[in-house]
């Protein structure tokens, strides 16, 4: 199995915190580490079904500590919070990048309606 859109470079750039892809189509997309942690494809995040989602709050400034490649069609990030557990194939990235404006309305409208934030709690 082939995936339709496949990455031909990945850079992760840590001072803006974004992930950035090259695909063979030719589109450039810069992926920010919070909408990644935020859209994690985990159990963890998307649970077992329709309505088990758990939503993720305080991830701004998450960072991205390591990404190990998985087979020929994906990758795991390892976030500064601890999650490991979200394998994103290419084509769920070229998602993300190509999905990115509409995502975060929808996360931010979520977020406002549980009344939680994108900002850590401070400690």
Do not use: C
Not at 28 to 47: C, D, K, N, Q, T
Not at 94 to 117: I, K, N, P, T, V
């Amino acid at each position: 199995m082939t995936n339709v859109h496949r990455p031909v470079s990945i850079t992760a750039h840590q001072q803006s915190r974004e992930l950035e892809l090259h695909f063979e189509d030719g589109l450039i997309y810069r992926i920010s580490f919070e909408l990644m942690r935020v859209y994690s494809p985990s159990a963890e995040v998307r649970g077992h079904g329709v309505g088990q989602e758990v939503l993720q709050s305080g991830k701004r400034g998450v960072d991205l500590l390591n990404l190990e490649s998985v087979g020929h069609y994906a990758i795991k990030p390892i976030f500064s919070d601890g999650h490991d557990s979200g394998i994103y194939s290419w084509d769920y990235l070229y998602f993300l990048g190509s999905q990115q404006e509409q995502l975060w309305q929808q996360y931010e409208a979520r977020l406002a309606a549980a009344g939680l934030s994108r900002n850590p709690i401070a400690t």
